[in-house]
Nanobody, 123 residues
Framework: QVQLVESGGGLVQPGGSLRLSCAASGSIFVINDMGWYRQAPGKQRELVAVITSGGSTNYADSVKGRFTISRDNAKNTVYLQMDSLTPEDTAVYYC?????????????????WGQGTQVTVSS
């Protein structure tokens, strides 16, 4: 069984910074793409940033130049460094990963979500 556990959310003033972490655990064989999504009240969940196993990254236009995604493959962890935060960044942030895990009958590929962490940007 695979789990993703996020941490690092909270309340921050406009212009401030936060760093989110997401650690994957369980019978992991390999982790492919890892990413962060967010969902603001009354809006659909949207992609924020994604990073491949090789380190290639892609960002939503709204966060380019302000957010940085990175990963530590040895720790099965993905990070999201968020700088120059604005009230429009307020949302629940979710970690997502494509993980090949060890099952009873061999390897299986699954897409997993974390439980979400609240980020609130307000003065």
């Amino acid at each position: 069984q695979v789990q993703l556990v996020e941490s690092g959310g909270g309340l921050v003033q406009p212009g401030g910074s936060l760093r989110l972490s997401c650690a994957a655990s369980g019978s992991i064989f390999v982790i492919n793409d890892m990413g962060w999504y967010r969902q603001a009240p009354g809006k659909q969940r949207e992609l924020v940033a994604v990073i491949t196993s090789g380190g290639s990254t892609n960002y939503a236009d709204s966060v380019k130049g302000r957010f940085t995604i990175s990963r530590d493959n040895a720790k099965n962890t993905v990070y999201l460094q968020m700088d120059s935060l604005t009230p429009e960044d307020t949302a629940v942030y979710y970690c997502n990963a494509d993980i090949r895990s060890r099952g009873l009958y061999g390897l299986r590929l699954g897409n997993y979500w974390g439980q979400g962490t609240q980020v609130t940007v307000s003065s």
